[in-house]
């Protein structure tokens, strides 16, 4: 079985706040913070723009926070964004950067040269599992119909992703490969900055399958647009019910990616203090439920020393799985 928890209740993720604070909340869920400014290391439509975006939703819609502004950065598989937030350490105090299991994998392959101890960890907050999706039209209506493709022209059978090489997306696509009895090594991966880029290459024919998280399938899915194949959870998501789980389908492999934020280093204990306590109260509002819901994400809370010491666990077990489907 191959079996990719991300910690102590479940996963966790990072994501990144900013600008002005007011006093914090009072118990009635008044205002904690003026505004917040989001730092995503990817282009739209991927799965940091939507944690990012949805976040910031349920912050302002639930009255926690004032404003919220987003900021898309891509390059260097997310390490342009986190070298801008530390090089500019002191004008970047009110900002938060969303970040998730990608901090880690390209920290251990080289692709940039920081990892999440160069960054103040703000807080894990929730889990989104991964899929395989492929096109409305596309041939292909199970894992049991790729694998069948695959099998007959494994060329012809690219799976994309919104991650560089040996990232999350690839990642993933090798464990259920590998635990499909393939060599994950032999799968033909394309790499498309970030997600949206990766789900339009989908659509236009390019892939012939999409390995993604399952929140940026959904609503593709609800509309027509895709067919999701196989969801890498060990139950079915309420979001997408008709979805198939890996693990019904005889692929004995589940995964689930944290998502979090992070602020620049030395960002000031109190700034701190309240970005973790606008998290903490979201999670209690309907605002914050809608968004969750929609998405089909699992509520994950992680603050400070909870979220490093989950770091910390995270590198170990990616590491050791990089090593034996040969990534490091």
Do not use: C
């Amino acid at each position: 079985m191959t079996t990719l928890k991300l910690g102590r209740r479940a996963l966790i993720g990072a994501a990144v706040a900013a600008l002005s604070f007011g006093a914090p909340a009072m118990a009635d869920g008044h205002k904690v913070l003026d505004s917040i400014h989001f730092l995503i290391p990817g282009g739209a439509g991927g799965g940091w723009d939507g944690t990012a975006r949805g976040t910031g939703e349920a912050l302002t819609g639930a009255g926690l926070v004032g404003t919220a502004s987003y900021e898309n950065m891509s390059g260097g598989g997310g390490g342009k964004a986190i070298g801008y937030l530390i090089e500019n350490a002191e004008s970047n105090h009110g900002t938060l950067m969303v970040n998730s299991t990608p901090i880690v994998i390209r920290s251990l392959t080289g692709v940039f040269p920081h990892n999440f101890r160069d960054l103040t960890l703000v807080a894990g907050t929730i889990g989104d599992y991964a899929a395989i999706v492929v096109g409305k039209d596309s041939p292909i209506n199970s894992m049991a119909d790729l694998l069948a493709a695959y099998d007959a022209d494994p060329s012809a059978t690219a799976i994309g992703g919104g991650s560089v090489p040996g990232g999350m997306d690839h990642l993933v696509a090798a464990m259920v490969m590998e635990a499909a009895g393939k060599d994950a090594l032999g799968v033909k991966y394309i790499p498309y900055d970030a997600g949206g880029k990766a789900m339009a290459a989908l659509l236009s024919g390019e892939i012939a399958a999409l390995s993604t998280g399952f929140s940026e399938a959904v609503d593709l899915a609800k509309a027509g647009e895709v067919k999701i194949i196989g969801v890498t959870a060990d139950e079915r998501v309420a979001a997408a019910a008709d979805a198939m789980t890996m693990k019904e389908q005889g692929i004995d492999t589940s995964f689930v990616n944290w998502r979090g934020f992070f602020g620049a280093p030395d960002l000031p204990a109190d700034k701190v203090a309240m970005y973790q306590d606008a998290l903490a109260k979201m999670y209690d509002t309907p605002e914050w439920e809608a968004v969750r819901a929609r998405n089909g994400w699992v509520n994950i809370h992680n603050s400070g020393d909870d979220f490093r010491a989950f770091l910390e666990g995270q590198e170990k077990v990616i590491g050791d799985l990089m090593k034996k489907l040969g990534f490091l």
